[in-house]
């Protein structure tokens, strides 16, 4: 039997903050509340001055297995998650060869099974992530998949997106989009602008996001499925899913931590690290991004966890794959925009809550073995927990981040905000920067 004791945290529950003890035993929460006794042998975790809550869960993670293993393992991924403070994550299909069979989602689930934390698999749409012929949904849904989506590129035919819709609804899944039309964003590197132009680097525009969010609207309108938005960068990108939300319409968004930390003035350098896709955008988006965040009008941060080679992040911007890592500091970051004054309980629905809603983590799912994620701190729930001190400082360092890969643009900056401790099922497995 594996008991912990959480000593003198505030317990942030979605409908409130109160100061407790939480008693840990056999993968589940055994009791909250003041002074409470440990049991014979229990471990302390110190969490004075710090959130207790559910861990974190990511809806955007690349873990790069099977084909690209030198960046990135389901493993080596799963490590840099548990420091981040995140007991679950998705991992997306543009691998290679892309997750869009049974027997290579299966595979990525036996190898998330092996690590100290849950990993959901989001099945690609389209055979290949070609955006041409379907890939067997039905029976990858059968599996437990419950996102799908040709995530690094869009599914540009509206008609290949509609028949995807007709056959989500009855599955009950939700397919996710990434948003930005293909003829619009071809050889482009940074966000099109002034900037761009005096850089003499091709741009990618934001209209071809809103375009992409507007088209996928009217769909989910005609066909009454569900579409999750990945990573929208730009102001009316979010003023859309909004308007559509407020119509009924189940469609849901999430934002990436360097999107509402960075902008496009980062790229002046030419420094590849900067280079994502969608683009870094303009000061204006990042900062309306921010104020999204705070108004609630965002139902994740995910973190878009991208990692590349050394040797890939060493040629020209313009040449250059796209992608940064995230899972480490997304939540220093996200912690930083909501500010000093922040609401506990709207990290907690950016970081987890939302994002176990959209990928429907909360109920137990046998057939994958993944426990429930995003709930309370209360007696009964999975021991799926984060021990968050938001006012540590601490200093990027690339050396020594859990993941294979090292392209992070946030490389000797200090953040505010660290995970503490990260309890998985009930056990330990990061703490203070490091895996127990």
């Not at 099109?192 to 934001?206: Q, T």
Request: include cysteine.
């Amino acid at each position: 039997m594996t008991s912990l004791v959480i000593r003198g945290g505030s317990i942030v529950r979605s409908h409130e903050v109160v100061r407790a003890d939480v008693v840990v035993v056999d993968g589940r929460v055994l009791e909250v509340g003041e002074k409470v006794n440990a049991p014979a042998g229990a471990r302390e975790i110190d969490a004075s001055g710090a959130w207790v809550g559910p861990g974190f869960v990511d809806l955007h993670t690349h873990l790069r297995e099977p084909g690209l293993e030198a960046a990135e393992t389901v493993e080596s991924g799963a490590r840099a998650a548990a420091v981040g403070g995140y007991c679950a994550v998705v991992a997306m299909p543009n691998t290679e060869p892309a997750l869009d069979t049974v027997a290579l989602v299966s595979y990525v689930l036996a190898r998330g099974a092996l690590t100290g934390i849950d990993v959901a698999v989001a099945g690609a749409i389209t055979q290949g992530r070609r955006g041409e012929k379907l890939a067997p949904l039905a029976e990858m849904a059968a599996l437990g998949v419950r996102i799908f989506t040709d995530d690094g590129a869009a599914v540009a035919s509206a008609e290949v997106m509609r028949r995807a819709l007709s056959y989500a609804k009855p599955l009950g899944v939700r397919l996710a989009q990434h948003c930005e039309e293909p003829s619009l964003v071809e050889f482009g590197s940074m966000n099109e602008g002034a900037l761009a132009g005096r850089l003499g680097l091709v741009g990618r525009p934001a209209l071809a996001e809103e375009l992409m969010v507007v088209r996928d609207i009217e769909l989910v309108r005609a066909s009454g499925a569900s579409v999750h938005f990945l990573h929208l960068s730009t102001a009316r990108s979010i003023a859309l899913v909004v308007a559509a939300r407020r119509e009924g319409l189940d469609v849901t968004c999430e934002v990436a931590p360097h999107h509402f930390s960075l902008d496009e003035s980062a790229c002046r350098t030419y420094d590849p690290h900067y280079k994502v896709n969608p683009p870094l955008r303009s000061p204006g988006d990042a900062a309306a991004l921010v104020a999204a965040l705070q108004r609630g009008d965002v139902d994740a941060v995910a973190t878009d966890h991208a990692p590349h080679l050394p040797e890939s992040k060493d040629l020209a911007f313009d040449e250059a794959p796209a992608g940064m890592l995230g899972l480490e500091h997304a939540a220093s970051l996200t912690v930083e925009a909501l500010g000093a004054d922040g609401d506990p309980r709207a990290f907690f629905a950016l970081l987890s809550r939302g994002p176990a809603r959209i990928a429907q983590l909360r109920a137990s799912d046998v057939r994958v073995g993944l426990s429930a994620h995003g709930g309370e701190v209360a007696v009964g729930e999975d021991a799926n927990l984060v021990v968050f001190d938001p006012g540590v400082e601490w200093t990027v360092d690339r050396d020594r981040l859990q993941s294979r890969a090292t392209n992070t643009p946030y490389h000797g900056r200090t953040l505010h905000g660290r995970a503490r401790a990260t309890i998985a099922r009930g056990r330990l497995i990061a703490e203070n920067g490091e895996m127990c």
